[in-house]
């Protein structure tokens, strides 16, 4: 067959090579820079640049919208050619050919992070970790109140740590393959920056390998931070398949060489993301797959079966933070692999050939602990990236599974699982793989138990970081004239919190609510263990009452609504996962107790609006009331706003109204 394309070759940098040269100019389909390798000499890899390239016709023929904006990425890209020269590495195949002495922006985080760590600075920076010696910087960025970085060194860092001056990927040291598919996406999804204002801000300490903690999620911005992580694992990925193969060439060049290609890990899953639903996980997969530039997807129509729903009965009158979670198959029991080759996709792969693991924390946990006592766990033994995509959904199910999971993260596997040791690196060896595990976790808010995370069991010696936000305070979208009374406790610790408030309930509220003639008392408590105790003492008092819990039936549901709003029953018991699952918009309501304030700042004047839609003659003798304490700064922070908090909490009144 004749070339449909005519090429002209020129610029072969180093040497010329006149056979390459005959060779190339026989070839059908050759793309720009592609790299050849030099026979004489199996370290070097040259660049050869396509001046003249003759596009077939058929081509010419796309829509007008898309067309234009994927001009304009081909002009970035032609500027950033000579960028992606330099940030291919592609001849460093072990530690006498990578140059640590070019300026630190030039070094490619990844070979410096994972391949050729400074062996010396890894011991003593993985000592400082086990002693927990993070130094906090605080730091004003836009948008955000202050980003908190927490290093090892105030001046030695052990990572390299990228500068995003702009919205341009050119310092990304992305896969020439993953820069052409992410700007098309970008083109089409997002915006004409490669960039997006958030993408941007979180971009340098991703890339970096730094953990990072980003506590501003929505429904808004949710599908350009997982274009950005995909980004960012999917380049992983490629790179150290790229390190791997060609260090297999040079083995099977040199068999007699005495020098070490330690390139792997104990297995090949190097990328954990933990997800909510499947629904969640079809779009992760889906974005996987438009980045990825893979010519071919394996099982991708039984994927999409599996994973999606024929008829989507969501509520269109829910909120729309609501509608965006639960959209699509809302099943939280998954887990499957995928393995990426250079231009294959294949989904569903057996977890030890696969490169990425996608589940949740209850399909993952159920796997984990299969063989009862010896633990199915290897397949984590050698995770590099984890991700944590909507943190606040995960603790809505359970928390405790995810905290599960990261126990048994980066351990030493039990069995081999035809792993070749001559390859694993040292540090695997040593057991130290969970001092340089990159974690992601992005979530709505922050909570106690996702702080404790970020700060007790992340060791990532290259830093960590993340967001604190500024509030104005949820209690600003209360639009009516509703007596709102907040009254501080005084626990001596987190623990004591619990029996503090359960005395105060019973000695302060419960007596006014039995001795009060009005009827449409709901009393809302976030925790389910608060939720038993409560309504375990009603019982034994005999007091009348109803209650909406998570493991409530429709049909208990259904009951407990239509008494409580025809007066039968005086006490509603309503709990926050219920309002979260179900987002119901309950009538009859004249009182509010907040025996505990919500997580999330968007339910508290969802139930203040309970009382309005029972305010038929616009009389303002309704009323709620919060019980809170100092523990619960973060929570009352996100209700009453930033500038409120720290008077309510430290301040000498117990007692505050707002009107």
């Keep these: 067959m004749k070339a449909n394309k005519k090429i002209k070759v020129l610029n072969i940098t180093g040497k010329r090579h006149t056979s390459i040269n005959k060779k190339l100019q026989n070839l059908e389909h050759i793309k720009a820079k592609k790299k050849i390798k030099v026979e004489d000499d199996p370290t070097i890899f040259r660049t050869v640049k396509i001046t003249e390239l003759q596009k077939p016709k058929k081509q010419e023929q796309k829509s007008a919208e898309k067309t234009e904006n994927l001009k304009i990425y081909e002009n970035i890209e032609e500027k950033n050619k000579n960028i992606e020269l330099n940030n291919e590495v592609t001849s460093c195949s072990d530690s006498e050919n990578y140059n640590f002495n070019n300026k630190e922006n030039n070094i490619d985080p990844f070979y410096h992070h994972y391949q050729f760590p400074d062996e010396i600075k890894l011991k003593s920076f ?38 995003v001056i702009s919205s341009d990927t050119g310092n990304l040291k992305l896969k020439r393959k993953l820069r052409e598919s992410f700007f098309k996406y970008q083109a089409i999804y997002h915006t004409l920056n490669s960039l997006t204002n958030i993408q941007h801000i979180l971009a340098a300490p991703i890339f970096s390998y730094q953990d990072f903690l980003f506590t501003y999620l929505n429904y808004n911005n949710k599908k350009e931070v997982r274009v950005l992580y995909i980004l960012h694992i999917l380049n992983h990925i490629y790179k150290t398949r790229h390190y791997v193969l060609k260090n297999n060439e040079k083995i099977q060049r040199f068999q007699n060489s005495q020098i070490e290609y ?189 702080n404790s995370l970020f700060m007790n069991s992340l060791f990532n010696i290259s830093g960590k970081n993340k967001i604190k936000q500024k509030y104005k305070g949820s209690i600003e979208d209360v639009r009516y004239k509703i007596q709102q009374i907040f009254l501080r406790l005084h626990p001596s610790d987190p623990s004591a919190d619990p029996d503090i408030k359960f005395s105060y309930f019973k000695a302060s509220i419960l007596p006014n609510i039995i ?31 109803t209650f909406i819990s998570e493991y409530s039936s429709n049909s208990d549901v259904s009951k407990a609504r239509s008494y409580f709003n025809t007066r039968n029953k005086k006490i509603l018991l309503y709990t926050e996962r219920a309002h979260y699952y179900r987002r119901y918009n309950i009538k009859g309501a004249n009182t509010i107790i907040f025996y505990s304030l919500p997580e999330n700042p968007l339910f508290y004047p969802e139930l203040i609006r309970f009382m309005n839609d029972t305010n038929e003659n616009g009389n303002c003798n309704k009323q709620s009331k919060a019980l809170f304490s100092k523990w619960d700064a973060l929570k009352l922070e996100r209700i009453v706003g930033s500038n409120r908090v720290s008077l309510m909490c430290h301040g000498t009144n117990d007692k505050f109204e707002f009107l």
């Design 126 to 163: 993985i000592e400082k970790a086990n002693e927990n010696k993070w130094i906090a910087k605080k730091t004003k960025i836009a948008k955000f109140e202050e980003l908190i970085q927490y290093k090892l060194s105030e001046s030695n860092n052990f990572g390299i740590e990228l500068k």
């Design 262 to 450: 330690r390139d792997q890990g104990f297995t090949r899953p190097k990328i954990l993301i933990l997800l909510s639903t499947k629904n969640s996980c079809l779009e992760v997969v889906q974005t996987i797959i438009d980045i990825s530039g893979t010519e071919q997807q394996e099982n991708k129509k039984r994927f999409i079966n599996e994973y999606s729903i024929e008829i989507d009965n969501i509520n269109m009158s829910k909120p729309a933070d609501y509608k965006n979670l639960f959209i699509g198959n809302t099943d939280d029991m998954f887990r499957i692999g995928i393995k990426i080759t250079r231009k294959t996709l294949k989904i569903f792969s057996d977890f030890y050939n696969s490169d990425i693991i996608l589940a949740s924390p209850l399909g993952l946990r159920l796997l984990i602990d299969e063989k009862g006592k010896k633990k199915n766990r290897d397949y984590l033994s050698s995770i590099e990236i984890t991700i944590i995509d909507n943190a606040n959904a995960l603790q809505m199910q359970n928390w405790e599974h995810v905290s599960y999971i990261f126990d048994n993260l980066n351990l030493l596997p039990n069995e081999i699982h035809d792993c070749d040791f001559s390859r694993v690196r040292n540090w695997y060896l040593d057991g130290n793989s969970r001092f340089l595990r990159q974690t992601l976790i992005f979530s709505e808010y922050m909570t106690p138990e996702i």
């Design 515 to 545: 001795r009060s003639k009005e009827n449409g008392f709901i009393i809302f408590i976030s925790s389910y263990f608060d939720f038993v105790r409560i309504r375990n003492y009603l019982n034994k008092e005999g007091t009348s009452f």
